[in-house]
């Protein structure tokens, strides 16, 4: 599979990156840790993306509760040293990793959370380290600080700001500039179809430094597959019956109308409405990669499928207004 450079980290990924952040879970919510993708289906989620050429992992120290970082290390202990020399792997920090326990960005904290991830994952170092969300009450001077003694030691090879607006990325990298700090030398927020508010404050912000970006939902909790259908029934176990929150606001005729449009774009051209949502998130110059958290095998598949889309600066101008 193709691999593009990550901004300046000095880091290649490739263009699917393979999300775990439904290992043992759904995410960082505590309310669902021990749920989610089973341990046996996380293992067989990982042969299938080393098979298929996948060799850049996401994770987060909470993701599970720490289950998603476990199982990783389990199944790299598994492999040869060629395989696992060559899987790259970008964990984050910030969410607690239990109810009551502590989160947030500061410097004794961050020393901490890296040494048990490193510990879960069974690596000495890891390729790709993020900031999992902005964190009001600790200075960013002082984040970057600690995150630039981990580059310094050797326990991460760059950093990365994840869950940031512009205006906050925007601070942390004048920081580092005057403060001769290491930057966030990526972006990994939420952008698809539905959610497109990025593309006027945080691309500018990565246009001008030279920053990647890896977004993550990029199928938007499963609404551009053509899971939902307006007036049907929720299906039993998907996003919207175990954690709508973030999604509630597609519920609307605007968006029915949206997708019942990319459904018949994506029939004319023989695929499927994720492989096509997927192209269109592909086809962004300013996008690097993408992060696709499959529950199993089988929903990797649109992924590959979107690689072999061809869609021109017209196609995709064409979707991004369906959706405005």
């Not at 790259?88 to 920090?93: N, P, R």
């Not at 990565?206 to 007036?231: D, I, M, N, Q, V």
């Not at 949206?258 to 998130?281: D, I, K, P």
């Not at 992924?303 to 995709?316: M, Y």
Request: aromatic fraction near 8%; proline fraction near 6%.
């Amino acid at each position: 599979m193709e691999t593009r450079a990550l901004g300046g980290s000095g880091v290649d990924v490739t263009r699917v990156i393979l999300g775990c952040g439904n290992f043992g879970g759904i995410g960082s919510s505590p309310a669902f840790f021990g749920q989610g993708t089973s341990k046996e289906e996380a293992f067989r989620l990982m042969d299938v993306a080393w098979d298929r050429g996948i060799t850049t992992f996401d994770t987060a120290d909470a993701y599970g509760g720490g289950r998603s970082e476990t199982w990783i290390g389990e199944w790299l202990a598994t492999k040869p040293p060629d395989v696992r020399d060559r899987i790259v792997i970008a964990t984050k920090t910030f969410n607690p990793m239990d109810e009551g326990q502590d989160h947030g960005l500061g410097r004794t904290r961050i020393r901490r959370q890296i040494e048990m991830s490193l510990q879960r994952l069974g690596v000495e170092r890891v390729a790709l380290y993020l900031a999992h969300d902005f964190d009001p009450q600790t200075p960013q001077e002082e984040t970057l600080e600690a995150f630039g003694s981990l580059v310094e030691s050797g326990k991460a090879g760059a950093i990365g700001a994840s869950n940031f607006t512009g205006e906050q990325l925007a601070e942390a990298l004048e920081l580092s500039e005057l403060e001769g700090l290491p930057r966030y030398e990526w972006v990994q927020n939420g952008f698809s179809l539905l959610d497109q508010g990025d593309r006027e404050s945080v691309f500018p912000v990565c246009r001008e430094h030279g920053l990647g970006y890896t977004p993550f939902s990029p199928l938007a909790g499963g609404w551009l597959t053509g899971k939902y259908r307006r007036g049907e029934p929720l299906p039993a176990g998907s996003r919207m019956t175990l954690r709508p929150e973030p999604y509630v606001e597609y519920d609307c005729d605007r968006v029915w109308n949206a997708l019942e449009e990319l459904e018949r774009q994506a029939t004319e051209r023989g695929t499927t409405m994720a492989a096509l949502a997927l192209a269109w998130a592909f086809a962004q110059p300013e996008l690097t990669a993408v992060v696709i958290g499959p529950n199993n095998a089988g929903h990797l598949e649109p992924a590959f499928d979107a690689l072999d889309v061809e869609l021109s600066p017209a196609d995709r101008d064409r979707l991004t207004e369906v959706f405005s």
